[in-house]
């Protein structure tokens, strides 16, 4: 597994939490990789103490260099790359890549990483099994791809109902 993911040369991601103004449609918008921020996704309208309605939505980007997501301007500034005409209010967001617990963010593959590697990290090796959601088929990185995985575990494979409710898979006969 280490040297399958070596920590040296890390991605460094971000996540931001933007408050705009109105209430926007609900979307899902995708930039490219080189972007700061390359997903925007609308979550939550709400209604602020003076009666405006607001929007509340989550964006991701590959590496946390390119963006300060403490500040509106540059946020404002990456969403407008999208071509999206929103107005940003208010961020949040945590630096996690230098917080002491996480050290880092959701996983990022290099090119080649996934295609070497997957199949055989994939596997058990006797009674040891790699149940991350880092090394799921579809959203690795991703809590989907937790839940794939606990899917996975011998005795619940190819069992989809199971993956939504892999709790059931432990009692199961293999
Ligand atoms: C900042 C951030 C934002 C994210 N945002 C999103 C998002 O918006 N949407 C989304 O879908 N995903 C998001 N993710 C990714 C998502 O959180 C992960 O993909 C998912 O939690 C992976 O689940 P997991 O069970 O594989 O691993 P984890 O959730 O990391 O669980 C592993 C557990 O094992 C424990 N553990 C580790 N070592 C040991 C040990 N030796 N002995 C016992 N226990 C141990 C850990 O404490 C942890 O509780 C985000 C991740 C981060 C870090």
């Not at 993911?5 to 990789?33: D, I």
């Not at 946390?64 to 929103?86: H, K, P, Y």
């Not at 590697?117 to 791809?145: C, K, M, P, R």
């Amino acid at each position: 597994m280490a040297a399958a993911f070596p920590r040296k040369g890390r991605v460094e991601s971000v996540k931001v939490w933007l408050r705009a103004k109105g209430r926007l449609p609900r979307f899902v918008a995708y930039s490219t990789q080189d972007a700061p921020l390359s997903v925007l996704k609308v979550e939550f309208y709400g209604t602020d103490t003076a009666g405006e309605e607001f929007t509340v939505a989550v964006g991701f980007g590959a590496d946390a260099s390119r963006l300060d997501a403490t500040d509106v301007a540059s946020v404002q500034d990456a969403v407008g790359r999208f071509g999206l005409d929103l107005q940003v209010t208010d961020v949040a967001a945590h630096d996690w890549n230098n917080d002491s617990y996480s050290m880092n963010t959701w996983a990022v593959f290099r090119p080649g990483q996934l295609t070497r590697e997957l199949t055989s990290l994939q596997q058990s090796h006797g009674l040891l099994h790699f149940a991350s959601g880092d090394i799921a088929n579809l959203w690795a990185g991703h809590v989907d791809g937790d839940r794939e995985r606990a899917g996975s575990r011998p005795g619940c494979r190819g069992r989809t109902a199971r993956i939504r409710q892999p709790q059931t898979c432990r009692n199961r006969p293999r």
